[in-house]
């Protein structure tokens, strides 16, 4: 079964339009990590954020922004005012202590921003 | 800080040859490291987890025979392709943690092509 579930496929937007990406995931452990990678047509993964079980804060940092709500399994990630630079593949991941900390990865979705 | 390489970059080989992709944690000493394995369009499988010094531990459906690794050092891991063939082609890509923890740092990743 699917862990990391990622709806969105793919989103294009135009420069400085707000986007949201969606993650959904499903785990029975009380100890988990939920991440964000960016990944740009380089190939290589970008860490952007790490969010433990126990801390549902929201959280900020310039305009990246990420709402985690655990009543809907949901860790959901937003660009505020999209850049092109934006444009890429972005993965949400869950690693669950009953799986050895092992890295999940959603389907990703492919976030295109056109100028 | 926690860098991991991975060389080569890029590889093209001949159906039937063998490839190794080596993974090395630049400045710090990973006791596991993660070897993904990444089709177009589609998001990282992991493949197998390797603890320095011990078996590599191999996901459902890998051919630990196909695709031998190796954790000799607490800086080095390699993924060596045998007998290679076009399906093999795809993008590896390695990562580092301290421990069998939530932490992983991820190399920039190996384009294999097989022809």
């Known amino acids: 079964a699917q862990k990391v579930t990622q709806a969105q496929t793919e989103i294009s937007v135009v420069e400085k339009e707000d986007v949201t990406l969606d993650c959904v995931y499903e785990t029975r452990d009380t100890t988990y990590y939920l991440f964000w990678y960016k990944q740009p047509p380089s190939g290589e993964l970008v860490f952007l954020i790490r969010r433990n079980s126990f801390d549902e804060q929201n959280e900020i940092s310039g305009r990246y922004s990420w709402n985690f709500q655990k009543s809907t399994s949901s860790f959901n990630f937003t660009i505020t005012a999209s850049q092109v630079v934006d444009s890429a593949v972005y993965f949400c991941a869950l690693s669950e202590a009953s799986n050895d900390y092992k890295l999940s990865f959603g389907a990703g979705t492919t976030v295109t921003v056109r100028a | 800080g926690a860098v991991v390489s991975q060389h080569p970059s890029w590889v093209i080989c001949k159906s039937g040859t063998s490839v190794k992709i080596e993974c090395r944690s630049l400045d710090f000493q990973a006791t596991t490291m993660f070897w993904y394995r990444q089709f177009p369009k589609q998001s990282l499988m992991l493949m197998a987890t390797s603890n320095e010094g011990s078996k590599a531990t191999y996901e459902q459906g890998v051919e630990k025979d196909k695709f031998l690794i190796n954790h000799a050092s607490l800086t080095l891991s390699t993924l060596t392709v045998t007998s290679a063939h076009p399906e093999d082609s795809s993008f590896y890509i390695c990562?580092?943690?301290?421990?069998?923890?939530?932490?992983?740092?991820f190399g920039p990743g190996t384009r294999l092509t097989v022809t």
């Open positions: 990562s580092a943690g301290l421990t069998p923890s939530y932490e992983q740092y």
